[in-house]
């Protein structure tokens, strides 16, 4: 992976919060809580690399979350929160299904 700054990096799956795709520049965008990396992967090979991970879901069209690093879940507002203040929102259309995989992928009962 690249760094923002041109750099070759090792990231660590576990340190990855959120990958997304950038279709202008043709790369995806690995964030983790300190850097954003950059790679030359399209979005369905990042993804088919982190299904060994079971804590990484797809929840929209164009982004991967891990969801062992979100901290906080906001339905009213439509956002799911990381530590500091990172957030990443998501449409109301997938209210529904981001409860499900809340249930499913933290082990959290009725929500």
């Known amino acids: ?18 990958v997304s795709y950038d279709r202008n520049a ?21 993804e088919d690399i982190l299904s060994n991970y079971e804590n990484f879901v797809r ?24 530590e500091g203040d990172k957030k990443i929102y998501y449409s109301r259309l997938k209210l529904k299904e981001i409860r499900e995989l809340v249930k499913e992928k933290m082990g959290l009962g009725q929500i």
């Open 26 to 46: 043709r790369k995806s965008i690995l964030e983790t809580q300190d850097n954003v990396y950059y790679s030359r992967k399209n979005l369905s090979e990042v």
């Open 59 to 82: 929840i929209e069209r164009g982004m991967i979350i891990n969801m062992k690093k979100v901290v906080r879940i906001n339905y009213e507002n439509g956002f799911l929160g990381f």
């Open 1 to 18: 992976m690249k760094s923002e700054y041109g750099e070759d990096n090792i990231v660590a799956i576990n340190d990855i919060l959120s």
